[in-house]
């Protein structure tokens, strides 16, 4: 028996066991690139409009969401393709590849079930391979359906093969990432944990590297966020730079399977270190309990976001070199420098915001685990009560989504500060996040009452945040109606410091998120805890 013994059938089974999960993702890629092709086509008909489209891709924002901006000069529906949509759909298929290689490595190994499966004849590094075939199937079939998608709209056939190509190899890049990170940790969410962070950092080094110079310099290089835009497609398409995913995936791989070699199964290179024998004073209680449990993913997300929000605010000169540099900048939004970086930085402060209610819905739906794994049933044997269980989350959640959002506020006016020498920028960008929290925590609040009333829905949540990225991120590019942008949880409430502060949205809005979290404690309490 080798060690891949058993790959064939273990990936048929991950195909049959996720056909619907890896359905919706592919669905929703290649359908979001199919309807916005025709969409940008329609909108901007004319020169004029396309160039001042143009424009906005040569702004600080544009470039961070955009890329080094190739094609601008002539600027057609194939690179209006490759400069707006490209990252939106690279960090949708990072997600989407480390949630599936971590769901079929380390989280199968956390559960037990690997052990099962290795008690039959299948090969120590069956589940690996099979969960990096499937995940390469599916990054594959989303690059082709695209590629087909921009070549039936009469794009360049070679253009849009290298396009489509470039993203199944960049979103199998990002799998291989997961492997590794699977490697490192005990268990699943420090992996995940791991794989995204890795992933924020290749993305800060595409975006320093994109900002020095157009065309990016050498930081750009080393992330495969700017490989796919690197061969430039649909300007002066280049195939050498897409071998650059191949020599990652191989080193990737077999960085892995070296690493999976040197562990036992169910542990992790970095060996979790053993609790005390007897449970402290501050552990008698479930709040405690929820806090000491998620100590861990608390600090670890406060740093990332904390260095991200700092990365992002020492860009801050980078916008004002071009803005001074660029008259046609100055034409269109005035003379004041302040008033640019700070319409750059308020754009920015979403993205902590995102990473916020992020971490609270993941931090509430821990709950889905444990009743799951019957760890719930267990607790509410003891004096603890259900209320008291369901609302400690609640509480820890909550205030584990103001220290995300206060690191990212803090994190990213330390850094403007420093480089623009202004302390005010501090209190301003603290303002800034404080004003968009109802926002963070609104996801929080709704994962609490699915697990409370449906939560066999909670599904449902995850649609709803995916949307109000895009059309946060998009909904402008793509002119987004009002009432499509209303729908965004991340566009209810005004962005400071370039919009004025709106008290009654804000009361209304809090007031939406305490009332979901007051209906999750009543429906935990009086649903059966097998309705799961």
């Not at 930085?345 to 209610?357: D, E, K, N, P, R």
Request: charged share 15%; with cysteine; hydrophobic share 55%.
């Amino acid at each position: 028996m080798s060690a891949f013994t058993g790959t064939g059938t273990l990936t048929r089974f991950i195909l049959r066991r996720d056909r619907i999960r890896l359905s919706v993702w592919t669905l929703a890629l290649a359908g979001i690139t199919a309807a916005t092709i025709p969409m940008l086509d329609e909108m901007f008909t004319t020169e004029e409009e396309r160039q001042g489209r143009a424009a906005l891709m040569d702004t600080p924002t544009g470039i961070v969401f955009g890329g080094p901006r190739y094609g601008l000069e002539d600027y057609t529906l194939g690179p209006m393709m490759a400069n707006e949509m490209t990252m939106t759909l690279l960090i949708a298929m990072a997600v989407m590849s480390i949630l599936h290689v971590i769901r079929h490595t380390r989280a199968e190994e956390e559960s037990g079930r690997a052990e099962l499966l290795r008690a039959n004849v299948m090969g120590s590094g069956a589940p690996m391979a099979a969960a990096l075939l499937t995940v390469t199937a599916v990054n594959l079939l989303i690059g082709g359906v695209i590629a087909l998608a921009l070549a039936g709209f009469d794009l360049a056939v070679a253009d849009s093969l290298a396009y489509g190509l470039g993203l199944a190899l960049a979103g199998i890049t990002f799998g291989a990432i997961a492997a590794v990170c699977a490697q490192v940790s005990e268990y699943g969410r420090g992996a995940s944990g791991l794989a995204f962070l890795a992933v924020g950092v290749l993305f800060m080094l595409r975006v320093v590297g994109d900002m020095a110079e157009p065309g990016g310099n050498l930081l750009s290089w080393l992330s495969p966020f700017a490989w796919v835009q690197q061969a430039q497609p649909f300007h002066d398409l280049r195939w050498a730079p897409l071998a650059l995913y191949g020599l990652a995936i191989v080193a990737l791989t077999a960085t892995a399977h070296v690493l999976s070699g040197r562990r036992d199964l169910g542990a992790g290179l970095v060996a979790a270190r053993p609790g005390p024998a007897e449970a402290g004073r501050l552990l008698r209680g479930v709040t405690t309990l929820q806090l000491h449990q998620q100590r861990g993913s608390i600090i670890a997300w406060t740093l990332a976001v904390l260095l991200f929000a700092v990365s992002f605010g020492t860009l801050a000169t980078e916008v004002e070199g071009m803005f001074e540099s660029n008259p046609d900048l100055q034409a269109v939004f005035g003379t004041d420098v302040d008033d640019v970086i700070g319409g750059f930085l308020s754009f920015v402060t979403s993205y902590t915001i995102m990473g916020a209610a992020a971490f609270g819905a993941l931090s509430v739906l821990r709950l889905r685990s444990e009743e799951n794994s019957g760890r719930t049933e267990l607790v509410l044997s003891t004096a603890a009560g259900r209320v008291a269980w369901i609302g400690s989350a609640l509480a820890v959640a909550a205030v584990s989504t103001l220290f995300v959002v206060l690191a990212g506020g803090l994190g990213m006016g330390l850094g403007a500060a420093a480089v623009l020498e202004d302390g005010a920028w501090v209190g301003r960008l603290l303002q800034a996040v404080l004003a968009q929290l109802p926002a963070a925590l609104v996801f929080g609040a709704l994962a609490g009452l699915l697990l409370g009333t449906a939560p066999r829905l909670t599904g449902l949540l995850w649609l709803w945040f995916g949307y109000s990225i895009l059309a946060t991120v998009m909904g402008g590019l793509l002119e987004f109606p009002d009432w499509m942008m209303g729908l965004s949880a991340f566009e209810i409430l005004p962005r400071l410091p370039v919009e004025d502060f709106e008290p009654l949205h804000y009361v209304l809005y809090s007031g939406a998120v305490l009332l979901a979290g007051a209906l999750s404690l009543v429906g935990f309490r009086n649903r059966d805890l097998a309705a799961v």
